[in-house]
Structure formats: C-alpha cells, structure tokens
C-alpha cells in the first residue's frame, strides 16, 4: 500500500474500532474537588475533541469525548482557599503530620489509581493521540515514580532521624514543607510530568490547587475519587478552565507559595510577574528547548539514525526532550539523510490503538496549519522537504518533514516546532554548531553523536556550562529518573528528579542546642514522650 493510500484510509469508522478502544459516550464532567469533597459545576462548559476523527457517509467527523468545567476566578479561589486552610500557615494536620503517616495517604492513593489504569489510558489514547503502549507506558512509569518517591523520602528521613554534634551545638536538621503549591502540567505528559511536582509537593507536606493540562484534562477524571479519599480536606484541591481567567487570580492573590509549572517560558513569566511578592514564590519550571543534536563525520551512522529518528519522532515530536534540529556534517550528511529517510518511510501512521504504529494525529487545533507554515517558509528560502509524502496532511494528521538544508534565515532553525518536522542543517567548522548553542536562548539538552574522542570531548568541554544534559550517542531524554532533570536560560528553573523533587518542594530547618545536660534531658524528654513531629528519632522501614 502507498503512502497515500494509507493517509486517505489513516481514520476509522466507528464500527472498524475494537471494543475494548471505543471512547465510549461523552463525558460531561461537572465534578471538581475543593476541600474533601466532588462539586458540582454548574456554569459553562469547554467541549473536548480527539484529534482522532471517524470517517462517515458524509466524510471526517470530530470526536466529542465530553466537556469538562469553565470554572471563573472565584470558584477558583475557593479552591486556593481550600489549600490555605489546610495548610494553615503551617499548623494544619498536613504540613505538620509525620512522614511514615503522609506515605500512608500516598500509598492509598497509589493503589486506587492504580484501578484506574484501563480508564486513563483509554483517555490518553483519544484526548492526546498518544499510541496504546506509549499511553500504558506513561501510566506505569508515573506509578514507578510514586513508588520511587516513597522510598526516596523515607531513606531521607532516615538520614535526618540522627541528631548532629558540632562545636559543641547539638542539632536534628529535617525537611519540612513550604507553603500552597500551584500544579499545572504539559499536555504531552498530562499524568506523568504533572504527577512528578504533583507528588513530591504533597508528600513533603505542602498543600495543593492543581489545573489539569489543557489536553489529557478528562483523563484526570477518573483519579478524582481517588484523591478525595485518600487525602484529608484541602490538602489536595483540583480545579477547571481557562489558565488566563483562573490562573491569573491565583497567582495575583499573592496565596502561592510553590509554583509548579511545566509549559512555555513566556506563559511562566507573565505568570511569575502576577505574584506580589515574587521574592517569596519557589518555582520549579520545566520550559522550551530546541534541542540539537550533532553528527559527526567520524561516527556509526546506523547508531546515529536510529537515536535521531526516536529523538525526534517519537509522540510526533511532541516532547520538551526532542530532537528539534540536527547539525550533520558535509562528509556525511548525504549518507545520513538517505538511511533516516528510509528509517522514516518504516515508521506506521495511525490511530493509538493499532498494533505497532508510531506516527498519529495530533492534539492541537491549528498545529497542522502551523507546522506547513514552517515547512513554507523553509521551502521558500531554499530548503526542500527530502522525504516522501513529507508535510502531507489530512485531520490533524501531518506526516513528517525532512526539511534539508536548513539555514539560519528559516524560522524552523530557531523555533521549537513541538511537532514532526525535522530540520537539517549541513556544517563544515564545529564553531558553527557551538555558536548556535552559545548563542540559543535555551539550554535543556543536546545529543551528540561521534566516535573521535578529540572532537567529543570537545564539545562536551564546550556545552558543559550551556545545558542541563549532554547526551553521547543516545537521544535526549528525560529518565532515568533517578538522574537530575533541569535546564539553564529559558528551558527551566529547578531541578527535577526523584530525590531532587523532594528538595524542591521543602526547605531544611534546623532545632539545635547547647549541648548540656539539662538541654540533652530535655531532647531525651520529647523524643521519649512523642511531642513533637518534628523532634523525633523514629526510623521508617
């Protein structure tokens, strides 16, 4: 079958869908939770289409997969309010809990997501076009992180269990929570990478209001039950609508303490600037990047493109840890460019749930239009599309586009397209390629690919003090997740790991003492009694 026979039949009809994917009847969710308990919205509504559309008699026809909450600024300050309240300037039963009785509320949580798994991936398949086992991936992952995070906070508790003697000043140093945290997460990770501030924000004893990504918002549906019953009221609190009418008002109230963002710098900033006392506001931000990655001439090609293929490829390119542009150089480029082609014409085009397909449609209205505006202006200034079919659309379906070569005058080789096109820049000197990453406003990752230890070290000499996360010979990513997770310039603020997190979200407090007999007695007094949660030597298993 050709390509264009299989673009024309890409979209199913509606019987053609295996039972076990059918979306199902609308969702028309009025429920959010403020305060321990599921309300009832009773305002306007935002319809939710899938990218995925269904051929009919009459041709392509959108998906309506429900509707969720329109919420204004005061329903959504009831929820800030919520949060403010349990935490209570510090005293609530939250922040001030031991730790062993926050895991609990955690590990409760786990397990009744985990009942969720079928129903939330269904979601992430229909409200984000993410393929079956990328969907049941995520899912997984996200739960691997809560246990990871579990057991990270108790071997730091652990190590905070001891008492310190210095200079004759005897102290217990612990973590302890910072205020009211505001979560929003990326539409293409709606439940990992919003669960991975999500989390480590309430076990450490903050207080949360979390917006779900403006994609993947029903697939948070399914988990609202879970976090009324698991965690006390306020604690955790979820809201609806439109960032600009909501957001807003939260950040303005000055009631943020934390603030969690995953998104683009320029929605960050002109958030940031909204708060009254920025001084006072922790933000942990995982922003923009236009991550290169570089092949060199003396390299194992066949390496080379399959890295650059998942880099860039992978989720339609839709990741903050993509391969947005690919500096090959003149010796090999030619090479290079007919095995990443041939790779290409191997990926499958279709809906999530088929067996083995990698390319889908995409989740944003207007993407398409806006990605063969790139491809255009690229075009038009010299550059040709080198594969076949590519920047071929049909729905929200775009097939991707090798664009070769790509010069600095295109708009492609500075923005990050967050979707299937692939820049191609050809270089001779490797002062071009470390210019362009100097001179970048972003500084999240970059890949690099080579065999000669000269030129490698190099340019890891030369990136070293530009990105978060140089990767040899392997696509940028973010796990595992053990390992730090961060940016410098626009590309983030923080870092992110499962122990980083922890840190993030809490800040150490020191009680310390003269150490003499009758401060030693009065330690021993406390501890033995049990009255304090935060003076405490007890050692969670």
Not at 41 to 62: M, N, Y
Not at 306 to 322: V, W
Not at 381 to 407: D, I, S
Request: with cysteine; glycine share 8%.
């Amino acid at each position: 079958m050709t390509l264009q026979n299989r673009l024309d039949n890409l979209y199913p009809r509606a019987d053609e869908i295996p039972e076990p994917f059918r979306a199902g009847p609308a969702i028309e969710q009025r429920d959010y939770l403020v305060n321990g308990e599921l309300h009832q919205w009773h305002g306007p509504l935002a319809p939710v289409l899938s990218p995925v559309s269904l051929q009919t008699d009459t041709g392509l026809e959108s998906v309506v997969l429900g509707s969720t909450p329109l919420m204004d600024a005061d329903t959504a300050m009831t929820a800030l309010d919520a949060a403010v309240k349990a935490y209570d300037r510090g005293q609530g039963a939250w922040p001030t809990m031991r730790v062993a009785d926050r895991i609990h509320h955690v590990e409760t949580f786990l397990k009744l997501m985990r009942e969720q798994r079928d129903a939330v991936v269904t979601l992430l398949m229909w409200e984000i076009g993410k393929n079956l086992k990328d969907s049941q991936k995520e899912f997984d992952r996200t739960c691997d992180y809560i246990v990871d995070t579990i057991n990270a906070l108790k071997e730091l508790d652990r190590r905070s269990s001891r008492f310190e003697l210095e200079q004759d000043t005897l102290g217990q140093i612990r973590r302890v929570p910072l205020g009211v945290t505001l979560c929003m997460g990326p539409y293409n990770y709606p439940l990992n990478e919003t669960f991975t501030t999500l989390i480590p924000a309430l076990i450490m004893g903050n207080t949360v209001v979390f917006k779900p990504a403006k994609f993947g918002v029903l697939l948070i549906r399914p988990l609202l039950e879970a976090f009324r019953d698991s965690f006390p009221a306020g604690v955790i609190n979820v809201i609806y609508g439109s960032g600009r009418e909501t957001v807003s008002a939260l950040m303005a109230s000055g009631k943020i303490d934390v603030f969690a963002f995953i998104g683009t710098n320029k929605a960050a900033s002109a958030l940031k600037k909204l708060h009254p006392k920025p001084h006072r506001l922790r933000a942990a931000l995982g922003l923009d990047a236009k991550n290169p990655g570089i092949v060199l001439p003396d390299v194992n090609l066949d390496n080379a493109v399959t890295e650059a293929i998942t880099g860039s490829l992978s989720f339609n390119g839709q990741r903050c840890t993509a391969l947005k542009i690919l500096f090959v150089h003149e010796n090999v480029v030619g090479s290079f460019l007919e095995k990443f082609e041939e790779k290409l014409a191997q990926l499958k085009p279709g809906m999530p749930w088929e067996p083995g397909v990698s390319l889908t449609p995409l989740p944003e209205p207007g993407k398409t239009e806006y990605l063969q505006g790139l491809v255009d202006d690229a075009v038009g200034k010299g550059a040709k599309v080198v594969n076949e079919g590519g920047g071929t659309t049909h729905g929200q379906f775009f097939y991707p586009a090798v664009l070769y070569p790509v010069t600095p005058d295109m708009r492609v080789y500075h923005e990050e397209q967050f979707g299937p096109v692939v820049p191609v820049v050809a270089y001779r000197d490797l002062e071009t390629v470390i210019e362009y990453v100097l001179d970048s406003d972003f500084g999240q990752q970059l890949s690099i690919f080579g065999n000669d230890s000269k030129q490698v070290g190099r340019l890891v000499d030369a990136f070293a003090n530009q990105v978060g996360r140089i990767n040899i010979n392997a696509q940028c990513q973010r796990g595992p997740d053990s390992f730090p997770f961060n940016g410098r310039k626009n590309s983030a603020e923080g870092t992110l790991s499962v122990h980083d997190a922890l840190r993030v979200f809490s800040i150490r407090t020191l009680v310390a003492t003269k150490f003499q007999e009758s401060n030693k007695a009065l330690i021993s007094d406390i501890i033995h009694n049990r009255e304090s949660t935060f003076l405490t030597t007890d050692y969670i298993f």
